[in-house]
Every structure is written in structure tokens, then in C-alpha cells.
């Protein structure tokens, strides 16, 4: 039973999330209105779904159980609890249509099942070799490997089928925000082909680097994502004698450190491997 229930959560939170970033789509970045002001606009409002969901995360213990591969026996898996639910969330929401949708990327990408959702016509905004485009890979183990130790507290209760279900949702938020790299490259393709071209076809990723990097706004969003982990993981009590002061639900000083060494970096790595292909 509670199985069925955490699908049914992870069902709706997926189709919810598709629902919302489609209208992201159809809003901010349909084909014309593609601006780099638009496309900024969107990872700012995805800092928050990133901050919530490593908020929610926060309420289990690490749990290292959901991670070990000798925890329990799932028909068919040689995996850790965690891959079980990922990969079969996936299979059931890529049914679902899910990854029709060219913001969402797979992180078990082989074998997933086709969509039976009637077809959507998501507006045309990137060019076709954008699909071959999936680093999930490396946001799996940046996730697990580096991450989850700085803001998860030790210990262990039991949890383990929610808590991978929390992993779940941190993962796609990032993952999102991340492969977002892709419609920020085509935005500033599109606003200098004549600046970018030459990199592209000496396949020069050093200067494409260097192109495509803004230090300026780098240094404001490793501010602003501190300072919303500060007012939406703060303890709000009515009693102002008793609020908890400087006690946050997620460290901000993580957060600002998880964007500065992960979240920009890859969605940087994202942009360079979008322009290497844009003129194939
Ligand atoms: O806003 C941009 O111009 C981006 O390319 C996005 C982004 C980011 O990931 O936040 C990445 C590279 C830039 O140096 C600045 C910010």
C-alpha cells in the first residue's frame, strides 16, 4: 500500500511539475520570445523548487541504507533501493510523457518505455542535436557523492523509500535547472552568431568558455540563493521572543557553495556542449 502511494505522490508531483515548465515553455520561452532575460527569469524561479526540495530532504537523516546495494533484493535490480525508485518512477512517468517534454532529461535513460500520452507540440526552440544531450550521469554522482553529506544530518530512521523519493525530487530540480543550460546557449547563440561561430567551428570549448561566462551574475546568484535559503528554510514562530535566530533548515552557505561548484559549472559544461553541435 504505501508503495502505491509514494508512486501516486511522485506521479503527481511529475505531472504537476510538466504542467507548470510546459507553460514555462509556452510563456517564456516560445520561440520568439526567447530572451536572455526570460531564460534568467526561469532559473531564478527554479532556485526556489532546488531550495525546497533539499529543504524537504532535510526532515530524513542521511539513511545510507536506501544507498547500499546489499540492503534488499528488488525482482530484477542488482541496484540500491534508490535506483529501484528512481528507475521505476521514470518508467512509469516517461508512460506518462514525461520526456517528450525537452526540458526533462532521464537519469536511467536506456530502455524507458514510450509515451502513450496524446502528443503535445512543445514550441520548436532548440536545435535537434539538443537530445543527444544528457549529463545526468555526473549530476547523479555529484548528488550522492559530494552533496548529500554537506546538508544531510547522520543517522538512520527507517525511512528509506521517502527518502529516496526526497533524492528523487532534488534530483530533477537539478537536473532541470542544469540541462536549462541548453535554452540559455540558443538565447545567446541567437543574440551573437557572428561572436560564437568561429568557436563552434574550431570546436574551441576554451573559448566558447569564455564567451559564454558572466562572472557578474555568477557573484549575484551565489548571493540571492544564500539569502532565499536563509527566508524560506527560517523557523517561523509568532512568538518573536522565541524565534530560533540563524538556525536554517539548509545551511545558505551550502547552497551558495552547491551552486558556485556544481549547478554553474555543469550548466556552463551544458552551454559548451549545445554550441559544439548548434551548427551541425
Ligand atoms: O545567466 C547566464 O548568462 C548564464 O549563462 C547562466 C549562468 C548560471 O548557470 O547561472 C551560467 C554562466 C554564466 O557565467 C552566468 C550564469
Known amino acids: 500500500m504505501s508503495s502505491i502511494l509514494l508512486i501516486f505522490f511522485l506521479v503527481s508531483h511529475g505531472i504537476v511539475r510538466q504542467n507548470h515548465m510546459a507553460m514555462a515553455l509556452n510563456d517564456s520561452v516560445s520561440a520568439n520570445a526567447l530572451t536572455l532575460d526570460s ?4 532559473l531564478v524561479r527554479q532556485e526556489d523548487t532546488i531550495i525546497f526540495a533539499l529543504i524537504e530532504r532535510t526532515r530524513f537523516p542521511i539513511n545510507s541504507p536506501a544507498y547500499n546495494h546489499s540492503y534488499a533484493k528488488f525482482p530484477g535490480y542488482s541496484g540500491s533501493l534508490v535506483q529501484f ?12 510523457g514525461k520526456f517528450t517534454n525537452p526540458e526533462e532529461h532521464p537519469f536511467f535513460p536506456t530502455d524507458l518505455p514510450p509515451s ?3 502528443p503535445y507540440n512543445y514550441t520548436k ?6 537530445a543527444s544531450i544528457n549529463i545526468n550521469k555526473s549530476i547523479w554522482k555529484m548528488y550522492f557523492d559530494e552533496l548529500l553529506a554537506l546538508f544531510a544530518t547522520p543517522g538512520d530512521d527507517g525511512n528509506y523509500a521517502s527518502t529516496a523519493a526526497s533524492d528523487l525530487v532534488c534530483l530533477q530540480a537539478l537536473s532541470r535547472r542544469i540541462h536549462y543550460g541548453k535554452f540559455v546557449a540558443e538565447v545567446k547563440f541567437r543574440e ?7 568557436a563552434i567551428r574550431s570546436q574551441d570549448r576554451d573559448a566558447l568558455m569564455k564567451l559564454l561566462t558572466v562572472e557578474s551574475v555568477e557573484e549575484m546568484v551565489k548571493k540571492r540563493v544564500a539569502k532565499k535559503a536563509m527566508v524560506f528554510g527560517q523557523e517561523v514562530t509568532l512568538d518573536n521572543n522565541n524565534a530560533k535566530k540563524g538556525k ?20 556552463k559544461l551544458v552551454q559548451v556542449e549545445y554550441l559544439l553541435r548548434r551548427l551541425d
Open 125 to 130: 526552440v532548440l536545435h535537434p542535436a539538443a
Open 39 to 42: 531564460v534568467r527569469d526561469s
Open 192 to 198: 551573437s552568431p557572428r561572436e560564437y561561430e568561429p
Open 116 to 118: 502513450e500520452a496524446p
Open 85 to 96: 525508485v528512481v528507475r521505476e518512477t521514470e518508467a512509469l512517468l516517461a508512460k506518462a
Open 248 to 267: 536554517y533548515k539548509v545551511d545558505p552557505s551550502v547552497v551558495s557553495r552547491l551552486y558556485a561548484e556544481w549547478v554553474m559549472p555543469l550548466t
